[in-house]
């Protein structure tokens, strides 16, 4: 099993899931209840009612103005957790209090930070695509029945795409180009790059680019750990310039795909996913192709790894796994992850790059 890192950022929700109806999420083995107050901010506080462990997110339990209702003895609480009416009684015990977290509304994503620390200035990594004007996304959640190590894996190495997504991304030139892997480890980041200079175009980018025959395709992954991964994408037609000194690139298609990556429990994992894309902004016929694509090119995954689970746990104690070059990215996230989890996040926040 992967270890939780806690005292770090996890996304709970998208901003759009947060609202005035209570809703509960599972994160790092702790349920939270989630909701917005009246003017519009979020909060996040332990599940269960400290009287009889009702869940809170559950109906009949309501929200009366800010303040939130158990349906089942109708425990009142505050914002702040604070418990501040017991039916049947004025006196209410002093530890009549749920815990409450520092929560972060940024790039469409509802943060939480789960731990004993205090964030402090610390803020969640950035994905400034997903509200963007000069993006379209397309994005959704999915449940998977494994250890959420196991989705880190599978992201950093995207060699899996010519042969779990073939039909949607995957083309032999994804497994067969060499992969170059940074690590900056007082970041906690890891970044792996494939650059291929002449592939096939996948059905997922033809379809949505309109680009006939061969490109030029670029995957750059910046993994920020323990909770959000990017993959920077770039597709163009064989033969055009790159990008200009300045950074512009107005010759290639660019397509940002954010993962985030939150323990629920030991074996099972959010995953919230997103594709933002700089062309054909109003295109919706585009933007349904790549959502139902993307979807089902997460499923596979979903699929996968809960088939993966299911055969790790049968294996027997002391199994031996064989790592190659395709794997450095991963294993390096696996050692940040075991240092985070041991030590706590204490590394400093890095730019995207």
Known sequence: MTAFVRDEWYVAAYGREVGRELLGRTVLGEPILLYRTEDGRPVAMSERCVHRRFPLSQAPSRLDGDRVVCGYHGFTYGTDGGCVSVPGQQRI???ARLKTY???EQDSFVWIWIGDREPGDKLPPRAPWMDSPDYTVVSGMEPIDSDYGLLVDNLMDLSHETYLHGGYIG????????????VDDAAGIVYVS??????????????????EGRITRWQD???????LYLLHSRVAPVGSPGPNPDGSDPHAFHVEVVYGITPSTEKTTYDFWAVAR???????????????NNHTV???????????????DTEKAGYQELSVNIDTGGLAARRIL???AQTGAEQPAAPAR
């Open 278 to 292: 700089d062309f054909a902004l109003d295109d919706q016929d585009i933007t349904e192709f790549l959502r139902t």
């Open 298 to 312: 997460v499923m596979q995954d979903v699929v996968a790894l809960n088939v993966l689970q299911k055969s790790l």
């Open 93 to 95: 015990p002093r530890t």
């Open 221 to 227: 992954v910046e993994y920020h750990a323990p909770g």
């Open 338 to 340: 075991a240092r985070l």
């Open 102 to 104: 520092p929560v972060v």
């Open 194 to 211: 494939r650059h291929m200079d002449d592939a096939e175009c996948p059905p997922f980018y033809a379809k949505s680019t309109g680009v």
């Open 171 to 182: 083309t032999p030139e994804v497994a067969e180009t060499p992969i170059t892997t940074e």
